[in-house]
């Protein structure tokens, strides 16, 4: 089994359409992260949640809403897509916080999103 | 600013120890310093960690100088398979952020 799957893995489409994200991690983890690795391949965090509470919350721009309906799902939808927002994206998840001391983060596999 | 240095690429002989120095001098007393890496366009991948002592798993060894200020990623015998950008970073507050990396290429 996977342990972090995130759907779909690519996605293309217009500018101004509205799509989502999905990811779920089976590993029991507490924490979950939402990464952007643009084309220059930088690894930037997006948002994390613990326990289904919003943690990390980096500047990004209002139009990306992750949601967390259970410590074991996070969801990044994404409204009026920019050509910018072309990227990979992925799902990380953690047992605990970076408050935690050690704390390991397993990814998924990313999703590629293509903006035309 | 950037909160670790690496170099952006280096090169190493298939069989031969690949040795990645990372710079790290604003990490604090508590804080980890972990190493990933990322193969092509695949999900970044964990190698170790340590805080205080040099660890060993078997992936990689991981030596952390005294005063914790810079870090080096031992792979004892490079394969191709190793060719990828590998990361060290640490976390602290909400900083969560994943430096350049270096592009290790094994070459045979």
């Known amino acids: 089994d996977t342990a972090v799957s995130q759907t779909p893995k690519y996605l293309v489409t217009q500018m101004g359409n509205d799509k989502s994200i999905k990811c779920e991690q089976n590993l029991g983890h507490d924490t979950m992260y939402w990464y952007k690795q643009d084309s220059k391949k930088f690894l930037k965090i997006m948002f994390s949640?613990?326990?289904?509470?919003?943690?990390i919350n980096e500047t990004v721009p209002n139009r990306f809403s992750p949601k967390s309906p259970d410590k074991a799902h996070l969801n990044l939808h994404i409204n009026s897509l920019e050509l910018g927002d072309s990227a990979v994206y992925f799902c990380a998840s953690s047992p605990g916080t970076f408050r935690s001391g050690a704390n390991v983060l397993t990814f998924g596999a990313g999703s590629r999103l293509t903006v035309l | 600013d950037a909160k670790t240095t690496q170099p952006p690429s280096m090169d190493c002989a298939e069989g031969r120890a690949a040795n990645l120095p990372c710079n790290h001098s604003t990490i604090s007393g508590n804080e980890y310093v972990y190493w990933y890496r990322q193969i092509h366009s695949q999900g970044p991948q964990y190698i170790i960690h340590?805080?205080?002592n040099n660890e060993t798993n078997e992936m990689a060894s991981l030596i952390i100088t005294e005063d914790r200020k810079s870090s080096t990623l031992i792979l004892p015998h490079a394969t191709l398979r190793d060719t990828a950008v590998y990361y060290c970073?640490?976390?602290?507050?909400?900083?969560?952020?994943f430096g350049a990396g270096t592009r290790l290429t094994v070459k045979p």
């Open positions: 970073m640490f976390y602290n507050n909400n900083d969560m952020r």
């Open positions: 340590g805080l205080k």
């Open positions: 949640y613990n326990n289904k509470e919003l943690i």
